[in-house]
């Protein structure tokens, strides 16, 4: 299995209150990702890195930053959440570019109540 | 963007028949993947297969890049392959790696 580990694997949060989702990898792999899972969906792109400190956008962004300060840890920021953020969240990496393989990590699952 | 399509999205299987899922994919990836969530939300990776024919056990998959579209068969399928199988594509430059589209895939359920 990818060394990939995501914190907490569960959380409950009220409306409103700022929450971080950590993804911590041991491969040493140059890109990581942030999807999110709603229920009858497949998983849709949120952000990704291509490198320390070098992220960017991708399909549902709104409401959600990220920060990469070390290879191995990627963190997907709620500002404020909303109740439309409950959602399963999963951890990507990948080791190159040009289409290489991604592993996933084994979610998170968030309620915002 | 890559826009991703399986069929079907249910499917209903006795203990030892076949299967053939398929995906669509809108233009040309360098990426494709297919992938098994198991009843615990765990994405399992099955095949990383852009082009040409793969097999793992009771498993094979086949991509058609020119046709745009991957097929994955189960043979003499288990209870245990019940779960939700997807199927994700990507073009992926080098600067922005492995970003998939998934499909909404298919929901197989295999019954003793």
């Known amino acids: 299995d990818a060394g990939i580990t995501q914190s907490p694997r569960h959380k409950v949060t009220e409306t409103g209150t700022p929450v971080t989702l950590r993804c911590h990898q041991t491969?040493?792999?140059?890109?990581m990702y942030w999807y999110r899972q709603d229920p009858g969906h497949g998983l849709r792109l949120i952000h990704y890195?291509?490198?320390?400190?070098?992220?960017d956008k991708g399909e549902v962004s709104d409401g959600y930053s990220v920060s990469r300060s070390k290879t191995e840890d990627f963190l997907l920021t709620l500002e404020s959440a909303t109740s439309s953020q409950t959602s399963v969240y999963f951890c990507?990496?990948?080791?190159?570019?040009?289409?290489?393989?991604?592993?996933f990590g084994q979610g998170t699952r968030l309620t915002v109540v | 963007g890559i826009q991703v399509e399986q069929s079907p999205p249910d499917l209903i299987l006795q203990e030892g028949a076949n299967s053939t899922l398929r995906c669509n994919f809108s233009?040309?990836?360098?990426?494709l993947q297919w992938f098994h969530q198991n009843p615990w939300g765990q994405l399992i990776n099955l095949f990383y297969?852009?082009?040409g024919t793969k097999q793992n056990g009771r498993l094979s998959a086949t991509t058609v890049a020119t046709e745009r579209y991957s097929l994955l068969y189960i043979s003499s399928s288990q209870t245990t392959d019940s779960g939700v199988y997807f199927c994700?594509?990507?073009?992926?430059?080098?600067?922005?790696?492995?970003?998939?589209?998934f499909g909404e895939g298919t929901q197989l359920t295999v019954n003793p």
């Open positions: 990507a990496i990948s080791e190159s570019g040009q289409g290489a393989e991604a592993f």
């Open positions: 491969e040493n792999h140059r890109y």
């Open positions: 890195s291509y490198g320390v400190k070098d992220t």
């Open positions: 233009d040309s990836v360098n990426n």
């Open positions: 297969i852009p082009s």
């Open positions: 994700a594509a990507g073009e992926s430059p080098e600067t922005s790696g492995s970003r998939l589209t």
